[in-house]
């Protein structure tokens, strides 16, 4: 099992919740690492902002470096600091150490921004935030949230919720071995084309009709 690292004050509570939530990736995702993971509890906003070297926006509590670190707001500065609840921050942990491993489960491949982020949510339980909840629908969504230029054109604007709800779709319609399997196997650069045929040849049916059947199902 991956060992982690809390660096920060009153670091307690948070190890607690790392040791149920590292366990239960690993096994959903079949996979055991020693690898290290760092998380860096930040107490205020600004702290955050000087670690990523930008500004950060209200809703964003997270982040994942492909070294294997996190920083996240504490828990305690949850509410003071960010638009979430404090109750968010283990799903949000959770989020971000799927991130860790899905990266390594690509072995540091381009992986779709989409795939990337409703992978995450669905390891970290966040489907239920967007169930029953409206969303914004276009034309061959998967497509536009693929780049990182798409998403963040688009992460204001359902790319999320869109995401995660496909990722559960695809999940409870196949398996997550499946979608494991879809990972593993990228490429090292990203190409719509590319990743179009891939997708076929691990589900046996097109992105773009799973897509459509996906978007028959939102109510
Ligand atoms: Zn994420």
Redesign the pocket.
Known sequence: MSKVQVLGKNIENTKIILDKIIPDIESRLGISTDFLIKVRLHDTRKSFDKQLNRKTSDWEVGNTSDKNEIDIIHEDSFEKYSSHPRDDFPRILK?EIS?IYINKISDGKMIPMWL??GL?MYLADQMTQYRDKGIFVENDYLSKISTEYGWNKYSNYSAYAYSCLFVDFLINKYSLNKVVELVKKLKSNYSCNAFDKLFLSVFNKSLEDIEKNFVETLK
């Open positions: 989020h991130h990337n982020e995450s």
